[in-house]
C-alpha cells in the first residue's frame, strides 16, 4: 500500500515516501503526500521539512501504468503538490537516497534544497516514453543548471550520477555519511537562519545567460532532429526549456502542461509505453516460472571466432564471464582474436573503455585450437559455418567433451536446432542462441526453444541474456526464427516491387522515411548479398521453389557484387564511403529482368510500397503467433525494434498493425492475394481477429 510515513525529528518533519518497488508517485501516494502537507504545513512546531525515499530508491517517476486511466477527480496532482512545497512558507529538503527520475528529480527541483547521497542518480527520462516533464521540470532544471544542461538532460532523458548533479547545480551537497542525518541538520539550519525559502522559479541569472545566443535553440533542433530521427518528444522538449527562458514562468508552466497533455495522447508515447511494457513482459515464460533453477554460468566457451564468434565472446568478457574461443586452425584464432582486440582499441580510442578495463576484457578471452579446452565450461556457444554436416560434427564432439551439466548453444539462423540437438546425448541442454550482427553491439537475441530443450536450459538462457547486457526473446524453432522469417517476408516483396516498377532507392527511401536507419536493399549490400545467395542456390540444390523476385539479387551476385564489402551491390559505393549511390547499371539489369519476366513497369507510389513491404510483415507475424512460434506479439515487436530497427516510435509491426486496424490489414492482404497468389494469402489468425474486431494485443 502506497503512503508516506511522518516522523519527527525535533522541529523537522521527514516525510518517507514508501510505494515500493520505486516509489512511483501513484494516485494513492500523491494522496498521503497532500493530507501529510495539509496537515503538517498547519502545525506551528514544524519549521522545516525533509522529503526522502523509502528504500534504495527516491522516487522512480510518475506511475506509468495509470496513463491514460480515469483519475478520482479529487485526486491531488504532482502539479499541485509541487505548487504548495514550492510555496511554503517554511524550507524543504529534498533528501535524495537513491533514484530521482521525472516526477521524482521535479518533486526535488521543487524543494528550497537538495542533498543527494553518493550513489544517486538524477535525470528526467520522460522523453524515452515519447513524454516530456509535465511538472516543472522543463521550467526549474534550466533555472538550477542553465539552459544547455538543462537541454542535453532533457533531450536525452539520461540520468546524471550524484557528483555531476552537483557540479551541474541540480543538488546542493552530496553526502557521503548518513543522508538523513545531514538533511535535516540542513533544515533545521535553514529555518533558523528565518529567510523566506528560496524558490527554484525565482532563480534567473543562468536563463537570462542563454538569451545572449540567439541561434541557440534553432541549432537544438536542428542537431536533435537529426539525433532522434522520426521522434516527435524531443523537439517538444526543446520548445518547453524556450518557453523557460521566453515566458515568465507561471506562462512556461501552463505552456508545458500543454505539451505534456498532448504528448500523452500522442501516438508516439503510445507506441514508447507499449514498448516499455514489452521489454519487462518478454521474460515472461508460462510454463518456465520465475522460480525454475538456473545453471550458473561462471564460464563459456565459442566455437569459431569468425563475424559471429568474436562478438559473442566479446559479450562474455564484457560481463566478466571468461571465455575460451576454439577455431579450427591457429591462423583463423590468430585472425579472429586480432580483430576482437582490434574492436576493443576502437573503443578505447573513443574514450569509451579505459585501458585498464580493456586488458582486463581481452584476458578473459582465452584462444584455443582444441575442443578438449572447452572442458570446465558451463555453456558453448557453437558459431562455426552455417552448413548441417559441419555443425552435426560439432556438436557430437562438444557432448563428448564438455562436462554432463554444460548446456550446448547453436548461433545457427537457418538450420533446424532440433536436428542439431538429436545428434548429442544431452538434446534438453541444446537450445539455439541467436544473436545477431555485430554481436557485441546488437541488444538482440533469439533463443530458440528445441522440442527437447528443458524449462532449466530456457532459464539459464534468458537469465544469461540479461546477464550479458542481450534482450532475449525466446522463440521456436521453424525457417528463420522469428525475425528473418518475417524478413524474408519483407525482402520478397521488395524484389518484386522493383520487378513491378521501383527502383531500390525509391523503395529504401520510403522505409528510411517510415523510421528504419536503412531501406532493404541498403541492408543488403550492408549484411551481403551472397550470403541469402548461397542460402537461396542450396534451396534450390535441395529441391525448393525458385522464386523470380531474387532474379535481380542472383545476378547481382553472379557479377560478384556482393554489397558494400565488394564496393558494389544494390548501390554503387565511392571508395570508404558508405553512402549508397544509385546506380545506372542495376537499373538496366531490373529493366531487363521485368522485360524477361513479361511485365509491364508502372509507376508504384509511396503509400502502396510501404503498404506493400509492411502488410506481408506483419501477416507473416500473424503466422507465426499463430504457429506458437513466439509467445506474444509484443515479443515479435521487440524482436524488429532491437534486430531491425524497425521504429520503437512505431511500437514494432504487430502494435504498429493494431493502430492501423487489422480489418483494413485484412482486406489490403486479400487484395494482393488475389494479384499475387498464394505467397500472400491472409493468415489464419489475421482473418480471425479482423472478423472479431481485435487487435493482436488483445486476442
Ligand atoms: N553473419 C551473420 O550476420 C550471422 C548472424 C546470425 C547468425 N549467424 C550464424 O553464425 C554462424 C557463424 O557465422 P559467421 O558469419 O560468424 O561465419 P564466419 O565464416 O565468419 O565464421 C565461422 C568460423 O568458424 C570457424 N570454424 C569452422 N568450422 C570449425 C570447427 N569445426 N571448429 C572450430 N571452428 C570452426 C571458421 O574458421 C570461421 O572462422 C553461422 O551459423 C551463421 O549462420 C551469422
Redesign the pocket.
Known amino acids: 500500500m502506497a503512503e508516506v510515513q511522518l516522523e519527527r525529528r525535533g522541529s523537522v518533519a521527514v516525510l518517507t515516501l514508501d510505494n515500493p518497488p520505486v516509489n512511483a508517485l501513484s494516485v494513492a501516494l500523491l494522496t498521503s503526500l497532500a493530507q501529510h502537507l495539509a496537515a503538517g504545513l498547519k502545525e506551528p512546531a514544524i519549521k522545516a521539512f525533509v522529503l526522502t525515499g523509502a528504500g534504495k530508491i527516491f522516487v522512480g517517476g510518475a506511475d506509468i501504468r495509470e496513463f491514460g486511466k480515469p483519475r478520482p477527480p479529487d485526486a491531488p496532482t504532482l502539479a499541485e503538490i509541487i505548487e504548495k512545497i514550492e510555496n511554503a512558507r517554511v524550507p524543504f529538503v529534498a533528501a535524495i537516497n537513491g533514484v530521482a527520475a521525472g516526477g521524482g528529480l521535479e518533486l526535488a527541483l521543487a524543494c528550497h534544497a537538495r542533498l543527494a547521497a553518493p550513489a544517486a542518480r538524477l535525470g528526467l527520462p520522460e522523453v524515452k516514453l515519447g513524454l516530456l516533464p509535465g511538472a516543472g521540470g522543463t521550467q526549474r532544471l534550466p533555472r538550477l543548471v542553465g539552459v544547455e544542461a538543462a537541454l542535453e538532460m532533457i533531450v536525452s532523458g539520461e540520468l546524471k550520477p550524484a557528483q555531476a548533479g552537483l557540479e551541474l547545480g541540480i543538488v546542493d551537497a552530496v553526502a557521503g555519511g548518513d543522508l538523513l542525518t545531514a538533511a535535516v541538520a540542513h533544515a533545521e539550519t535553514l529555518a533558523a537562519a528565518g529567510k523566506p525559502p528560496r524558490k527554484t522559479r525565482e532563480i534567473g541569472g543562468k536563463i537570462a545567460a542563454a538569451n545572449a545566443k540567439p541561434d541557440l535553440f534553432a541549432g537544438w533542433r536542428k542537431e536533435t532532429a537529426r539525433r532522434f530521427r522520426g521522434y516527435e518528444a524531443p523537439q517538444r522538449c526543446i520548445d518547453c526549456v524556450e518557453a523557460a527562458v521566453k515566458l515568465p514562468f507561471a506562462e512556461g508552466l501552463k505552456a508545458e502542461r500543454a505539451a505534456f497533455l498532448e504528448r500523452v495522447g500522442s501516438e508516439q508515447s503510445k507506441a514508447l509505453r507499449h514498448v516499455f511494457f514489452a521489454e519487462r513482459e518478454v521474460a515472461k515464460i508460462p510454463d518456465v516460472p520465475p522460480d525454475t533453477p538456473t545453471l550458473p554460468i561462471k564460464s563459456a566457451a565459442v566455437?569459431?571466432?569468425?563475424?559471429?564468434?568474436g562478438g559473442i565472446a566479446m559479450n562474455f568478457a564484457n560481463a566478466g564471464i571468461p571465455v575460451t574461443v576454439?577455431?579450427?586452425t591457429k591462423e583463423?584464432l590468430e585472425r579472429?582474436l586480432a580483430i576482437i582486440a582490434k574492436n576493443y582499441a576502437a573503443t578505447a580510442a573513443k574514450g569509451r573503455l579505459g585501458q585498464a578495463e580493456m586488458e582486463k576484457r581481452i584476458g578473459l578471452i582465452k584462444g584455443a585450437s582444441s575442443f578438449e579446452e572447452i572442458k570446465g565450461a558451463d555453456i558453448v556457444i557453437e558459431?562455426?559455418?552455417?552448413e548441417m554436416e559441419?555443425k552435426k560434427e560439432?556438436f557430437a564432439k562438444l557432448d563428448a567433451i564438455a562436462k554432463p551439466e554444460a548446456i550446448l548453444a547453436t548461433?545457427?539462423?537457418?538450420l533446424d536446432v532440433d536436428a542439431i540437438a538429436a545428434v548429442t546425448k544431452r538434446p534438453e541442454k541444446v537450445i539455439g542462441t541467436?544473436?545477431?550482427?555485430p554481436a557485441n553491439v546488437m541488444r538482440l537475441l533469439e533463443n530458440v526453444r528445441g522440442k527437447k530443450s528443458s524449462k532449466e536450459t530456457i532459464a539459464s538462457v534468458m537469465a544469461l541474456s540479461r546477464r550479458i547486457g542481450k534482450i532475449g526473446v525466446l522463440v521456436g524453432v521453424c525457417d528463420g526464427f522469428v525475425g528473418n522469417r518475417m524478413l524474408h517476408a519483407y525482402t520478397r516483396q521488395a524484389n518484386s516491387l522493383i520487378l513491378e516498377g521501383a527502383l531500390p532507392h525509391e523503395v529504401d527511401k520510403v522505409i528510411y522515411d517510415f523510421g528504419f536507419p536503412m531501406g532493404p536493399f541498403a541492408m543488403g549490400d550492408l549484411?551481403g548479398l551472397d550470403v541469402s545467395w548461397r542460402i537461396r542456390k542450396r534451396r534450390l540444390a535441395e529441391g525448393g521453389d525458385n522464386h523470380p523476385a531474387y532474379i535481380v539479387g542472383d545476378r547481382l551476385c553472379e557479377l560478384g557484387r556482393f554489397g558494400q564489402k565488394t564496393g558494389a551491390g544494390w548501390f554503387r559505393y565511392e571508395a570508404g564511403s558508405r553512402t549508397p549511390v544509385p546506380d545506372p547499371l542495376v537499373e538496366e539489369l531490373i529493366l531487363k529482368a521485368s522485360a524477361e519476366l513479361g511485365i509491364t513497369r508502372r509507376k508504384i507510389g509511396g503509400e502502396e510500397i510501404l503498404e506493400r513491404c509492411m502488410y506481408p510483415l506483419i501477416n507473416e507475424g500473424a503466422k507465426i503467433l499463430d504457429e506458437g512460434l513466439a509467445l506474444r506479439a509484443s515479443d515479435i515487436d521487440i524482436v524488429w525494434i532491437n534486430g531491425y530497427g524497425f521504429p520503437a516510435y512505431r511500437g514494432g509491426p504487430m502494435f504498429y498493425a493494431d493502430r492501423i486496424g487489422l480489418a483494413t490489414i485484412a482486406q489490403a492482404m486479400r487484395r494482393l492475394h488475389e494479384q499475387h497468389g498464394a505467397i500472400l494469402r491472409p493468415a489464419a489468425l489475421l482473418e480471425r481477429l479482423a472478423a472479431a474486431g481485435k487487435g493482436f494485443g488483445e486476442p
Open positions: 566455437i569459431g571466432c569468425g563475424t559471429m564468434g576454439v577455431e579450427s583463423a579472429g558459431a562455426v559455418f552455417e559441419i560439432v548461433n545457427t539462423s537457418t541467436h544473436f545477431f550482427s549484411a
